[in-house]
């Protein structure tokens, strides 16, 4: 110790100041479970308004906390003292001022004998209209955390919360990364109501059902999980609860449902997404009235629905907006991008180093004499360009709005054509990760995106070591792998495999009027959405096939 | 998946990539056989003919395109026990891998062809290079020569070749071949193999005589002047295959005879004298209209009836002789169907007493006609086509005149 | 131990057709010229049709005994002592055919697309493949097969619909090939085409609709028969039969003649892509059949300890013959005749000892 100090002086070179360390003496390792912020306390509110007080100020750190403000006054009527807390910041001041102490403390007259003074203040002086009564005192801090008022009258030992929420927020704006040119506009923002309030816009049914938990010792994020009663199958929404409470206390902050989706997925190290997220509200509500569950957070625009399947790399909000016809183009149109943005540089390397009588002779004799400047093996090239490209892709992401254009100059000139000048890649190899690129942007989830991305590289390692073969080991290699991914008990590939006839939305989306059943893979309640003959105006034309699904039984 | 088993899997990968990518190959370290020619040498060998292209050259991006100085091509020759030890040989000099991976063509010089291609035909068959879908020539000397000449309308030779044959199909005068179809024919004894022939041709010298004219369906040989170096490559007609030897040629006006019989044939242009006067011409634009049908008929000697059904569209009328009206199209019809009798009947002829071989697949019929390979095996048909009778009918129908009735007039 | 899974009974179908469509890729169309000349895919066919009879035996046990597998059945039948014996014997077929298939496969890789390549590289390749999905459980690889068969379908479709141009109908005549005794001889020696529907009775108990077993099986074994005559007549009039009792891989040679136009040519490597499937989906349904005749027969209650040294075991096994052509003799010719005294003799002894079973039953009680 001694001679640490020496050395420590020794290369001091400007103060005798003591350097700031993390290494503080005091540092005790914590113990296997996070410390909850209420757990020390074990402490009740009082008849007595001075010890709540008390209670109140040691627990929010006050006065040393400026966040938290208490106000106190004295309520005319009944002639009591009493407080409100609250949170600067998070609450809404007329509210305050007009719902909760100009009431109190102006327009309350006459004179009430009381032994319960809270009761009183709930049923007649307090005109806000989401008050609650509570005796514990976690329930005071939530709700202060919250951004609600709790008052606290002296000579009583419970407290009302009242609702006083109000805060800068961002208004309901485009979805930012899922635009659709035709259909809704409208996308989730932070606030929590606003985003369940959008989905029952949408469902206006009184069987949707929106419970609601914290998760996170001291984050206590809210948590709503909606579903619609008597369409989603009970033991789904069983398991979804029972996991989600499971984590709820392991840790003390989840801060988005990002990170819950991690928390609570059935293959966290998969390279497939299990579960959707997504920015519009109605797509979540497409997907409730199917039988499926939503979860949402505060201060989250996205929300998971769950389970899901291999749908998510396909299907697009729009699909139903659009007439069949232009739809199932554009899913066509999907589908290929997908396997173009997968297994296209792989194919170029195949072809390139192993296959190459596959190339016609005049674009073969192009290429090779294209490559011949080139000192870099196909395999070189590719990996080099697909790196760059990424890199294109991240800096994007994270470059000051301002300098957003540059990129775009410095990406498209430098690296593409300055690349082919210098011959250090041949001109066709930037065709081919410029389409590449473009077909993956075309599928419609951002989780789904990253698989693919990640998997090109794998793919393109594989076709540079033997190939075809390669490829084609790869591609069965992920399939069984996707085969047997379980997203909350239903299989990745349904309605593929195990198939099922009468769901008709697999790769081709079936007619609007002709779905008559909801997914059967979800277990619903409630088979039946649309009765057989859905346009009845036209009866003659109007059928729905009906093959018996024997994959279940009844 | 834990650690033990990423490590695992880890540790075989690089076991297994430390032996190599076994196969991978760069585009730049082939050298693509273009065309590959073959003639005898001495000591029972082969001597192998490759142009190797230049992708400098023939590529379409680089600088200098087919233009660059010189030929677009490389063209090398080694003589070797097989074609295989060749392009070990060809590798002391070439740089490249030698590779038949874009090889479009093979000829196969006369030599090689008239002392039997037995000892080769297995080199072309087993090894996994080379592919069916080639093209086979047969070429007048020997392939080397042939293969010095650079065609003027493309610089790469062997889509000058692909292309030139394609244009059978507006002719008729040569047969298309591929080693598929070369193959084929070499291991079924119901018909003899054929192949377009190739020959040296100066077009525009006139020491040449001139191609006769199809008036008697003979000739349209040009033979190969002595002198001058020859600048173009020609298709002089079909060399015709007895098993595995070349014993004859057709020209090109007899190839047209058995591609008519073969159902090949889609279309020509045909001049005969006109019936009416004979000192002038008339011109025809034969199709073909129905498939041609081969009957065999079962007898001590075999028989055959041909049916052959052509469409004729009048081309030009020299003599001013209208013949546009219904009654003198019957006539010319005959005359027509008569001529072109005369003419298949000729060629079959020369393959039964001078060739002996039975190109026109005849021995086809009398398969089908048999109920057990075993008894096809048994019946021997080459020995038996020599003493065949076939019988012509040709049905000729004029459909069309073209966009004149009457030829134009002179009013004297 | 994963929970019961169960499989549809259209994947079953698209599993059992790969397992008896798969050799089509090997040898097999050339076996049958040899045999035949140009009667080879009546050979076939005939072989088919004795094999559905074998079937029937198959079917009516497993239709008597649901939610059983025929190893279960017939140690049911025959007693602990006998019944692990056959299914000691079925273990051996499966083996035996796992790695000759192995090889094969390997084999026509390396011949098709990478020549330079060791076999073993391959082999380890797809035993990587065959662990990684067994250990799942065979209702992973059904669903995989159940999600390739369209394409691998359709691929059949191009190959034999682009090589028309090459192909003349009247090369099937003579029809009666080498004469029909001959014929008949040899489709009855070779019902080993399709004797591997026998892995139905490994998966039977699986299947979620039990009642839908036979009509799997039949359909399974109808379109396999259809498929396989229908590519060996493909073969036949392609390459005449000379030809084609030569040619070691036949489809192959036939995505090589594929053209279309100027530039689409060569282009059998892509075929090798959806080869590659089925002979994954082939092998993966075979390996299973040597996991689960062994475990089931020794009465083991976990096989996913078995999976990684069977894998091994077949992968030497594998390597056993020294050359391709001796595999091939091996398969086609010398081993194969075994195989239909298996797979349909063993139900058939199996069918009459139940007859006999339930008559002492009811005789007794």
């Known amino acids: 110790m001694k001679r640490n100090n020496i050395f420590r002086k020794l290369f001091q070179l400007t103060s005798n100041k003591p350097e700031f360390s993390l290494n503080a003496d005091s540092f005790n390792p914590p113990h296997n479970r996070p410390a909850d912020s209420g757990d020390e306390t074990g402490e009740c509110l009082t008849t007595s308004l001075a010890h709540n007080r008390k209670t109140l100020e040691s627990i929010f750190g006050l006065p040393t906390n400026k966040d938290v403000v208490i106000r106190d006054f004295t309520i005319t009527s009944l002639n009591k003292k009493a407080l409100i807390i609250y949170i600067d910041g998070l609450s809404d001041r007329n509210a305050q001022n007009f719902a909760v102490l100009q009431p109190l403390m102006l327009l309350s007259r006459g004179h009430l004998e009381t032994n319960e003074p809270i009761d009183i203040a709930y049923e007649r002086l307090v005109p806000g209209q989401q008050v609650e009564k509570t005796k514990k005192l976690e329930d005071v801090i939530n709700g202060i955390l919250e951004g609600s008022s709790a008052l606290l009258i002296d000579g009583s030992a419970e407290a009302m919360i009242i609702e006083t929420k109000g805060w800068e927020h961002r208004g309901i704006d485009r979805p930012s990364n899922e635009p659709v040119v035709r259909g809704p506009q409208e996308g989730f923002n932070e606030t929590f109501r606003a985003n369940t309030a959008s989905v029952r816009r949408y469902i206006k049914d009184p069987k949707l059902i929106t419970e609601i938990m914290r998760v996170g010792t001291r984050s206590r994020t809210l948590l709503a999980l909606m579903y619609i009663k008597d369409i989603a199958n009970p033991a789904l929404v069983k398991e979804v609860k029972r996991r989600i409470k499971s984590v709820s206390e392991t840790t003390d902050y989840i801060a988005e449902t990002g990170q819950l989706e991690e928390f609570i997925e059935d293959h966290p190290r998969s ?61 066509f149109i999907r589908a290929i991008s997908i396997f173009i943005a997968l297994l296209l540089p792989s194919f170029y390397i195949a072809v390139v180093n192993y296959h190459q009588e596959m190339i016609p002779t005049d674009l073969m004799l192009a290429m090779t004499a294209a490559r011949e400047a080139v000192p870099f ?6 990996l080099f360009m697909e790196f760059s490209f990424e890199l294109i892709r991240e800096a994007g992401v994270r470059v000051p709005s301002i ?54 590289f794998l793919f393109i390692i594989l076709a540079g070591f033997l190939g075809f073969f390669g490829v084609s080991f790869g591609v069965f290699l992920i399939t069984l792998h996707i085969a047997n991914l379980n997203s909350f008990g239903v299989p990745f590939l349904t309605p593929i495999a195990p198939y099922h006839p009468q769901n008709k939305d697999r790769v081709i989306r079936p007619r609007a009027y002709d779905q008559p059943k909801r997914p059967i893979f979800l277990r619903p309640l409630d088979w039946i959405r649309q009765r057989d003959i859905s346009r009845p105006w036209d009866k003659p034309s109007s059928s729905s096939s009906d093959e018996g699904d024997d994959n279940y039984e009844e | 998946m834990g650690k033990k088993t990423f490590l695992a899997i880890l540790l075989t990968v690089f076991a297994i990539s430390v032996g190599g990518c076994w196969d991978r190959k760069e585009l730049e370290s082939m050298g693509l056989v273009q065309t590959l020619g073959l003639d005898l040498a001495e000591n029972n060998e082969v001597m192998v003919t490759c142009m190797i292209a230049i992708p400098s050259k023939l590529g379409a991006t680089a600088e200098g395109g087919g233009s660059g100085e010189g030929p677009g091509v490389l063209l090398i020759s080694m003589n070797a026990p097989s074609i295989y030890e060749a392009f070990n040989l060809m590798n002391t000099t070439v740089n490249r891998e030698v590779t038949l991976l874009q090889n479009q063509a093979l000829i196969i010089g006369e030599d090689i062809a008239k002392s039997g291609i037995k000892p080769w035909i297995d080199n072309l068959l087993r090894f996994r290079d080379m592919r069916r879908t080639l093209l086979i020539f047969v070429c007048k000397g020997k392939a080397a020569d042939i293969m010095k000449i650079q065609p003027k309308l493309d610089p790469n030779p062997a889509e000058y070749f692909r292309d030139l044959v394609m244009t059978s199909k507006r002719t008729g005068m040569f047969p298309l071949t591929n080693l598929h179809d070369f193959i084929r024919r070499y291991q079924s004894s119901a018909q003899e193999n054929y192949a377009p022939l190739l020959m040296e041709y100066k077009p525009s010298q006139s020491s040449e005589p001139p191609p006769q004219s199809s008036e008697n369906g003979e000739s349209g040989n040009g033979e190969k002047p002595e002198s001058e170096e020859p600048t173009e490559v020609r298709i002089a007609g079909t060399a015709v295959f007895k098993s595995n030897r070349l014993v004859g040629h057709l020209d090109l006006y007899e190839t047209q005879v058995l591609q008519i019989i073969t159902n090949q044939f889609q279309e020509a242009f045909l001049t005969l004298p006109d019936p009416l006067r004979k000192e002038t011409k008339i011109t025809f634009r034969l199709t073909r209209s129905k498939p041609t049908r081969i009957k065999y008929i079962k007898n001590e000697v075999p028989s055959f009836t041909v049916d052959i059904w052509m469409e004729a569209s009048l081309i030009s009328i020299e003599s001013t002789i209208d013949y546009t009206t219904p009654q003198m199209e019957e006539f010319l019809r005959q005359k027509i169907a008569a001529a072109l009798r005369h003419r298949i009947e000729k060629v079959i002829e020369k393959t039964q007493n001078d060739f002996r071989s039975d190109i026109f697949g005849f021995g086809q019929k009398v398969r089908h006609s048999m109920l057990t390979t075993t008894e096809w095996e048994r019946y021997r048909w080459p020995e038996k086509y020599t003493k065949s009778k076939v019988n012509i009918n040709v049905h000729v129908f004029i459909r069309r005149v073209g966009i004149q009735f009457q030829p134009p007039k002179i009013e004297q | 131990m994963k929970n019961e899974m169960k499989i549809g009974h259209r994947e079953a179908l698209t599993l059992l057709v790969t397992l008896m469509s798969g050799q089509v890729f090997l040898s097999m169309p050339r076996n049958m ?34 939610d059983q597998d025929i190893l279960q059945i017939s140690q049911f039948i025959c007693g602990k002592f006998l019944g692990t014996i056959i299914g000691t014997v079925f273990f051996l077929f499966f083996l035996t055919i796992s790695s000759l298939m192995l090889r094969q496969f390997a084999e026509s890789f390396i011949i098709s697309i990478l020549p330079n390549t060791p076999i073993s590289v391959i082999s380890l390749f ?13 209702e992973t690889l059904t669903r995989v097969a159940w999600f390739f068969g369209p394409y691998l379908l359709l691929a059949f479709i191009i190959t034999i619909g682009f090589s028309m141009p090459y192909a003349d109908l009247e090369l099937l005549l003579p029809i009666l090939g080498k004469g029909p005794l001959p014929i008949l001889k040899h489709s009855a020696l070779h019902t080993s085409l399709f004797s591997n529907i026998i892995l139905l009775g490994i998966i039977a108990p699986k299947i979620r609709e039990q009642t839908k077993t036979f009509r799997t099986g039949l359909y399974s074994l109808i379109l396999a028969i259809v498929i396989n005559t229908v590519v060996t007549a493909a073969v036949l009039i392609t390459f005449n039969y000379t030809s084609t009792s030569k040619l070691v891989f036949p489809i192959f040679q036939l995505t090589r003649l594929i053209t279309l136009g100027e530039f689409i040519q060569r282009v059998e490597a892509i075929f090798v892509f959806l080869w590659f499937f089925t002979a994954a989906i082939l092998m993966g349904g075979m390996f299973y059949g040597t996991i689960i005749s062994f475990s089931h027969s020794f009465g083991l209650s976990n096989y996913r300890p078995l999976v990684f040294a069977m894998a091994v075991l077949i ?40 007859r006999f079973k339930k008559k002492g039953d009811n005789s007794n009680g």
């Open chain 1, 271 to 331: 390279l497939m997404p299990q579960m959707l997220s997504t920015e519009r509200p109605d797509r979540v509500a497409a997907h409730l009235r199917e039988g499926y569950v939503a979860v949402m957070m505060a201060n989250s625009p996205y929300a998971l629905v769950l389970p899901t399947n291999f749908a998510i790399f396909l299907h697009a909000a729009e699909d139903y907006y659009l007439r069949w016809p232009f739809s199932n183009f554009l899913r």
């Open chain 1, 377 to 382: 093996p196909a395999l070189v090239e590719i």
């Open chain 1, 403 to 456: 300098i957003g254009p540059t990129i775009g100059i410095v990406g498209a000139l430098i690296l593409g054509q300055a690349a082919v000048s210098a011959s250090i890649v041949s001109p066709i190899l930037i065709i081919i990760i410029a389409i590449t690129a473009l077909a993956s942007f075309v599928v419609p989830n951002y989780n789904a995106t990253f698989t693919i991305r990640i998997l090109r």
């Open chain 3, 33 to 66: 010229a040899l045999l035949g000349d140009t009667a080879g895919w009546m050979i076939v066919l005939l072989a088919g049709i004795f094999s559905l009879i074998g079937y029937y035996f198959l079917a009516t046990l497993l239709e008597k005994y649901p």
């Open chain 3, 126 to 138: 797809f035993l990587f493949l065959l662990i990684y999905g067994t250990l799942q459980g065979i």
């Open chain 3, 315 to 354: 992968f030497c096994i594998s390597l056993i013959p020294n050359s391709m052509t001796e595999t091939v003799n091996l398969d086609a010719f010398i081993i194969s005749k075994y195989y239909p005294l298996i797979s349909f003799g063993i139900p058939l002894l199996l069918w009459i000892a139940s």
